[in-house]
């Protein structure tokens, strides 16, 4: 059983949210690390260095930020292609300053992985594998090929083979490790980036709808006693007239006011802006966000009789999570259902449990651990996101499982026979439990035993 959502995600661009301003920082970071290793090598430990080239390759570098900064404004995004050249400049920047400052044996090697690592972070996995291979084959080309490090003295500063190919087998190791530490970081925030914002922009649509319900609601609440007069008096104005024309203007006045009382009451359908609307028996709400996916071919049965204790069924507080929540779980059963939907729910002095079962397949066993993370399964090609609707990214359960725990509810996933065994003649697929504590979203137990109060007016 898979889970499919209807909401629309930007694609996350590579690299075109990262400013020059930025990496210009960091190469201005780099650049002062370097001139002060060659002053403090040159000054401090004697070393016969190559001073002009070693100047001249730091200079580019300073010429590049200089020249950046004058054509491009600070704020500039670059492109995944413009970060990509971006910071493989510096990694063979880098390269040739350590082929001028003995190779490997030079223990600043080690920094050839942060530009994996700022692409691993920043920039596509094409980019990353790309600029990992470059890394290793700098590092192999540098433990055979190099200025050798010597005194003033004319000594040479050489590690033994040994400790230099276990230079070469720690970097190698490095620039893989860091590399695929860091992308699975990073996309495990990017995923979790995305799907909250899915889950701000349902929770933001149905609270949308909420106000724009309860609104219209309140409009027919307060135009009923106006328009019920209009309708009286235009009915005994009309049984007192004479005049057949006069007459039927009459008529068509209290037409027209029950016709406002219809459109209103039908646009009003959806909620009440009065304090009776921020509550609900727990089965009302529970069949309001079934409401949806009564008609699309599923049967749904609703059993609000499994009350512990001679429990009665509580009001609970009308709020969007809640409604959203349920109605992505109720939509994910229909989804995947043969036949039948069961929804029940069970009552005890502490607690109220919801149960969502369907008769379709279940959950994929290997998945039951992970049902509720985004995005469980292979990221989309980009053109993926034109689509009306992409399945298998597990995103509607994580919106589901995300707003039902921010009321206060615990959720646990499982299949039928995991935990009721072999029913005869009953087949059931998948099992959704929502338990909450009843002070979490009872009305009384929230707001108190006393009376509603007065219905307080809309303010514009």
């Not at 054509?71 to 413009?82: A, G, H, T």
């Not at 349902?202 to 009923?224: F, M, N, P």
């Not at 007069?229 to 037409?255: C, G, P």
């Not at 935990?419 to 929230?446: M, Y």
Request: proline share 5%; glycine share 8%.
């Amino acid at each position: 059983m898979h889970e499919k959502s209807t909401d629309r995600i930007k694609p996350r661009q590579g690299g075109g949210w990262i400013r020059l301003r930025t990496l210009v920082l960091l190469r201005w970071w780099a650049i002062t690390g370097q001139i002060a290793a060659l002053v403090i090598a040159r000054q401090l430990y004697d070393l016969h260095l190559e001073i002009g080239l070693c100047s001249l390759v730091v200079g580019l570098s300073v010429i590049n930020n200089l020249v950046a900064l004058a054509i491009y404004p600070q704020n500039k995004r670059l492109s995944e292609r413009e970060t990509f050249l971006f910071v493989l400049y510096d990694m063979l920047q880098l390269g040739f300053l350590l082929y001028l400052t003995g190779g490997l044996d030079n223990p600043f090697s080690i920094l050839i992985v942060v530009p994996v690592a700022v692409s691993a972070s920043a920039l596509s996995t094409r980019s990353t594998v790309v600029l990992g291979l470059m890394a290793i084959l700098l590092v192999t080309l540098l433990a055979r090929f190099n200025l050798p490090l010597r005194t003033v003295t004319g000594q040479t500063l050489k590690m033994p083979d040994v400790f230099l190919y276990g230079n070469w087998v720690a970097i190698v190791i490095g620039v893989v490790f860091l590399g695929v530490y860091a992308r699975w970081v990073i996309s495990e925030m990017r995923a979790m980036s995305d799907a909250l914002q899915a889950t701000q922009m349902a929770l933001a649509r149905e609270q949308k709808l909420t106000d724009i319900g309860g609104v219209v609601a309140a409009a027919a609440h307060e135009l009923g006693t106006p328009l019920a007069t209009i309708k009286l008096a235009s009915s005994e104005l009309a049984d007192e007239l004479t005049n057949e024309a006069q007459r039927e203007d009459a008529l068509l006045i209290r037409e027209q006011a029950d016709r406002c009382r219809d459109i209103l009451r039908s646009m009003g359908r959806v909620g009440k802006d009065d304090l009776h609307l921020h509550r609900a028996p727990l089965s009302a709400l529970v069949e309001e966000a079934a409401e949806p996916h009564l008609a699309r071919g599923k049967s749904v049965h609703f059993d609000f009789s499994n009350d512990a204790d001679g429990q009665t069924q509580p009001d609970i507080l009308r709020q969007p999570e809640i409604i959203h929540g349920l109605r992505n779980l109720i939509q994910n059963a229909v989804d995947y259902a043969d036949e039948n939907i069961r929804v029940e729910s069970r009552v005890t002095p502490e607690t109220i449990t919801l149960r969502i079962m369907d008769d379709g397949p279940g959950f994929p066993p290997h998945l039951l651990g992970r049902i509720g993370d985004p995005l469980m399964r292979r990221r989309p090609q980009p053109t993926d996101f034109n689509r009306p609707e992409y399945e298998g990214m597990g995103l509607g359960l994580f919106i589901a499982k995300t707003l039902l725990e921010r009321s206060g509810a615990d959720l646990s996933f499982a299949n039928g026979p995991d935990i009721f065994g072999t029913r005869p003649g009953q087949k059931i697929g998948a099992v959704v439990e929502v338990i909450w504590p009843r002070s979490a979203i009872e009305a009384e137990k929230i707001s108190g035993a006393q009376g509603l109060g007065e219905n307080k007016l809309i303010q514009p």
